[in-house]
């Protein structure tokens, strides 16, 4: 993060940047430059009387920005919107808020995407527990926990995740696969939805399909030294059958789409 982004940081509270769909982007002399997502004189205005300084609005994406102020915000992200989320409970109970791109729900949902795509997570659990939701992240074939949330915002998360990947969302008692793309880095990833009805609640999985962030070579897969060597000579045998299983997420396809090995 750039000095004016800090100084940007503890002049604006990170719900006015939402809110507004600003992020500070760079100096330009003696002026500011904002990423916005419209040229607004009045924004421009309200701006500069803050900021007693010149800014100048540069019309930008809206996940352009939503990324920057990931990047602004990041200590402090998770603790907003959980606060966000308990204060503003009574407008998760509104019929069909999941829809709403400003809704908890929403960016609950997208926190949780941003999260683990950057943090090159394979895979996301999200699993009700008896007074709380834990979501961790696959990352390297260990789970590391990624956040916990309030049950009651549960049922409104499922919901969303499901109208994305077009399951039924009345059905709670058998499993259902979906799909569905999400944008980061204006690249489009896909996103493969897995529900699994528990005593508890519906659980869920998402996996995280990125074919660009795959490096397919022996290092990229993590096939190293003796095990390297070891599939090597197998493969290089006149004759035999080699099965490559196991686990979902345990790397078959990547071993099978290894440039080497294939």
């Not at 808020?97 to 995407?113: F, H, M, N, Q, T």
């Not at 996301?124 to 961790?136: A, D, Q, S, T």
């Not at 998402?206 to 022996?218: A, V």
């Not at 290092?219 to 006149?238: A, C, F, R, T, W």
Request: proline share 4%; charged share 30%; aromatic share 8%.
């Amino acid at each position: 993060m750039n000095k004016f982004s800090f100084e940007i940081k503890d002049i604006f509270g990170e719900n006015y940047c939402r809110k507004n769909f600003i992020a500070p982007a760079r100096e330009e002399g003696n002026s500011l430059v904002f990423y916005s997502i419209h040229i607004d004189d009045i924004l421009k205005y309200n701006l500069e009387q803050k900021l007693q300084r010149e800014v100048i609005l540069e019309e930008s994406s809206k996940e352009k920005i939503l990324e920057e102020l990931d990047k602004i915000y990041k200590d402090e992200k998770k603790d907003f919107l959980l606060e966000d989320i308990n204060s503003n409970y009574e407008d998760l109970l509104v019929k069909g808020d999941e829809e709403k791109e400003d809704s908890p729900a929403v960016r609950l949902l997208d926190y949780i995407l941003r999260e683990s795509i950057e943090k090159n997570a394979s895979d996301i659990h999200i699993e009700p527990r008896f007074e709380k939701i834990v979501v961790r992240i696959r990352i390297d074939g260990a789970l590391n926990k990624l956040i916990e949330l309030p049950k009651k915002i549960y049922p409104h998360l499922v919901t969303r995740i499901k109208i994305l990947s077009g399951l039924d969302i009345s059905e709670k008692r058998l499993p259902q696969d979906g799909r569905f793309s999400f944008t980061f880095s204006g690249e489009k990833i896909d996103i493969r939805v897995a529900t699994t009805p528990t005593g508890n609640a519906e659980k869920i999985v998402l996996r995280i399909l990125d074919i660009q962030r795959i490096s397919y070579t022996p290092e990229g897969i993590g096939l190293l030294n003796d095990n390297y060597e070891k599939v090597m000579s197998l493969i290089s045998q006149p004759s035999g059958l080699i099965l490559i299983c196991g686990p979902t997420s345990s790397g078959a396809d990547s071993i099978m789409m290894t440039d080497t090995i294939n």
